[in-house]
Every structure is written in C-alpha cells, then in structure tokens.
C-alpha cells in the first residue's frame, strides 16, 4: 500500500503505457480529452489517471476496472474506455484554468 504501490504503478507504466507529450490547453469551458494507450495480455486489471503538480506530487484523478462495462466518472472527469482498443481516454468537463498541468495514465495488473 502506500508510496510503494504508487511507485510500482509508474514503473509499469514506463514499460506497457504510450502516451503523447502534452499538456492540458488553458482554454476555461471546454470539455478537454486526453489519449492514452497501452499493451498487456492480462484481462483483469486497473488503469488510473493522475495529474502532476508544479513540486511534482502526483494526484489521484479516477480509476477504471477493466472488466466494468461502464466508464468511470468523478465529478469533472470522466473516462473513456475501450478494452479492445487497449484505448483510456480522460475527459475533463466545463474545463478551469487550474486544470492545466501535466497528466499521466497507469496501468497495473493484479498483483
């Protein structure tokens, strides 16, 4: 539990997650999507969003469990998960200027 899990999960996810280099545009209002895609052969597993902040401290955004149908959603955001795609999109609704940032997907398989 605790920081060794979160260190596993950002070590896994160096080796199975491609994700394009972005950062979140500061446009107020909008609905803003991020891509994320990824490689495993396990069928149950968790994928996750966080956001760094500036002192590089990561934050928890959302959690999907791969074998839920449903998208996961948290107040803003959402998710948009497609397990044949290997494809986990995160969507931040009625976008703040405090949104901007960097974002990074995880993956992890059941331990």
């Keep these: ?12 996810l160096a080796q199975t997650v491609t994700q394009p280099q972005w950062e979140v545009p500061g446009q107020e209002a909008e609905t803003v999507t991020l891509d994320c895609t990824y490689t495993t052969s396990e069928s149950d597993y968790y994928l996750f969003w966080y956001k760094q902040l500036p002192n590089g401290e990561m934050i928890f955004i959302i959690r999907q469990e791969a074998y839920k149908q449903q998208n996961a959603t948290n107040n803003r955001y959402s ?24 974002y990074f997907c995880a993956y992890s398989a059941p331990q």
């Design 1 to 12: 539990g605790g920081i060794g899990s979160i260190l596993y999960i950002f070590i896994d």
């Design 79 to 102: 998710v948009n998960f497609q397990k044949a795609a290997k494809s986990f999109g995160l969507r931040i609704s009625a976008s703040q200027l405090e949104d901007a940032g960097v």
